[in-house]
């Protein structure tokens, strides 16, 4: 059994372009970590299985965007907040991917793990 603690995940609602067996998809992030994400299921990405690989390209604020590749670790659900006028904390479970990143590059992660701390500070 591992002793290393669990990377934070982070909530949140960010758009990226996944790129798996197909034509690009844009999808929705819900939950982000150095290690991984959790994509909404999308139009294009709606069939995928554990083990598929594939490559996600996130938008970083003030540089180029960040691509990381990917193997879908598991099929789940997620909880996704709701905007509506008037209302606030109102969440919906949505249906998705876990997907687990294997990182090739030490600066690439360097540049996940700033962006993470950014969305801590929020």
């Known amino acids: ?6 990377p ?3 909530r949140c609602e960010l758009f990226a372009r996944l790129e ?3 034509a690009p998809v844009k999808v929705r992030v819900l939950e982000l970590s150095e290690t991984g994400a959790f994509v909404e299921e999308a139009p294009g ?5 554990v083990d598929d690989v594939g490559h996600l390209t996130l938008a970083l604020p003030g540089g180029e965007p960040w691509t ?4 879908v ?5 997620s909880r996704r907040e ?3 006028s008037g209302v606030e904390h109102v969440t919906v479970a949505a249906q998705g991917y876990g997907l687990e990143f294997a990182h090739d590059d030490d600066d690439e992660l360097e ?5 993470l701390e950014l969305l801590d500070l929020r």
């Not at 670790?73 to 659900?77: F, I, K, Q, S, V």
């Open 1 to 6: 059994m591992s002793t290393l603690p669990r």
């Open 8 to 10: 934070v995940r982070y």
């Open 20 to 22: 798996a067996q197909g």
């Open 45 to 49: 990405f709606d069939e995928a299985q």
């Open 68 to 71: 990381g590749r990917f193997r």
């Open 73 to 77: 670790a598991r099929l789940g659900t």
């Open 82 to 84: 709701l905007k509506a």
């Open 111 to 115: 540049r996940l793990r700033d962006f």
